[in-house]
């Protein structure tokens, strides 16, 4: 089978930390014999420009990869396009969170540009042949843009061999980290107010100083290589996000027997379920900071790999796999051209792409 997968997140040079969970999802599917092509649309460095000429570099992969499906890899705009006018091949899309649900916190420019993106999102999900959302409460977020048959929830993977225990204190004296302070974990994203850094600062504020202080440490522009040290250096993950689909880094802290802290949003109530060592807060900084203290004063790791094991990168791709399968094998509704026709973006499309991936 082979499959064209189109990104605008991607590990790059310039920005080796982004979409790392989209290349482990090719690198996945790739491990069970999918051909996987990879048509990364830098919206960064292009800016809207990128999707300008995203119709040509679509039509010539197709012409000589030759897909059996295209896998839009995000929601927005890029999807939008590709979907509407690419009839040619099954596409499906996922949707991450952000897609759908916007972003409520940034300022009113970007609040506008977000809700396009999540307008296109819906009708984008309305017209693909597949569509896959990482949370369960995503499906929601759909607002019954596709119907249940052809909706695959299906959170992206992790690598289980990367991302397993270590020993704290070697990891701790490998980072420079004092091995008697309590030392939190924040996973921010560049200052991203949807993270809500500043509810996790005063969380970690309010936390009892008798024990000695505890030390908040930003996973920011962290080489992925590095994530499983400082996961396993780290005593608690805090999470205070706005909305998220299905955080990975929650995950990989399950992975090596982190405990994580974390308010009620995307499916961490459902990962963290039956694990006495996590915990679920609203989003109060007095509350949080109680939970960070139930975790300090146990102090204790735990094992849950067997529990996450449907959620290692070998696991989803089968599940995605199994979903190209059925979307390839059983179409009937629609007729596809072996190649397309040339459409022009009109300038209302032109004008209206969002800085939103």
């Given at each position: ?98 897609d759908l649900l916007g972003e409520n916190l940034s300022g009113w420019a970007r609040k506008i540009i977000s809700r396009y ?199 989803v791709a089968q599940k995605l796999k199994r979903f190209y ?33």
């Amino acid at each position: 089978m082979r499959i064209l997968a189109v990104t605008n997140m991607y590990p790059s040079d310039a920005f080796p930390g982004q979409g790392v969970f989209v290349q482990e999802q090719i690198k996945g599917l790739r491990s069970i014999g999918v051909e996987v092509r990879v048509l990364f649309v830098d919206r960064r460095r292009d800016g809207p420009t990128a999707y300008y000429r995203l119709r040509s570099k679509v039509g010539s992969a197709v012409s000589e990869f030759e897909p059996d499906a295209i896998h839009v890899m995000y929601g927005g705009v890029m999807a939008d396009q590709i979907v509407r006018r690419h009839h040619f091949r099954p596409v499906v899309v996922t949707f991450h969170g952000s897609d759908l649900l916007g972003e409520n916190l940034s300022g009113w420019a970007r609040k506008i540009i977000s809700r396009y993106g999540v307008y296109c999102s819906r009708r984008a999900a309305k017209a693909a042949e597949g569509v896959v959302v990482v949370a369960r409460h995503l499906v929601g977020a759909l607002n019954g843009a596709a119907t249940t048959d052809n909706v695959r929830v299906i959170p992206c993977g992790i690598d289980l061999e990367r991302f397993q225990p270590m020993d704290p204190l070697a990891c701790k004296h490998r980072l420079g980290w004092s091995p008697e302070s309590f030392h939190v974990l924040f996973a921010s994203s560049n200052g991203d107010h949807v993270k809500r850094p500043w509810l996790a600062k005063a969380a970690v504020a309010q936390m009892s100083h008798s024990d000695g202080p505890p030390e908040l440490h930003y996973l920011t522009s962290i080489p992925n290589a590095e994530v499983p040290v400082w996961l396993n250096a780290s005593d608690v993950l805090l999470l205070t996000s706005m909305h998220e689909g299905s955080p990975t880094i929650v995950k990989e802290a399950l992975a090596c027997g982190l405990p994580v802290v974390s308010v009620d949003v995307g499916d961490v109530a459902e990962r963290i379920e039956g694990i006495e060592e996590c915990h679920l807060a609203r989003p109060e900084p007095a509350e949080l900071a109680a939970k960070l203290c139930v975790v300090r004063q146990r102090g204790k790791r735990f094992d849950c790999r067997t529990q996450i094991k449907e959620l290692s990168i070998l696991s989803v791709a089968q599940k995605l796999k199994r979903f190209y399968e059925d979307i390839t094998s059983g179409r009937t509704s629609r007729q596809f051209l072996a190649s397309p026709e040339p459409l022009p973006i009109s300038g209302r499309d032109s004008a209206a792409i969002p800085s939103q991936p």
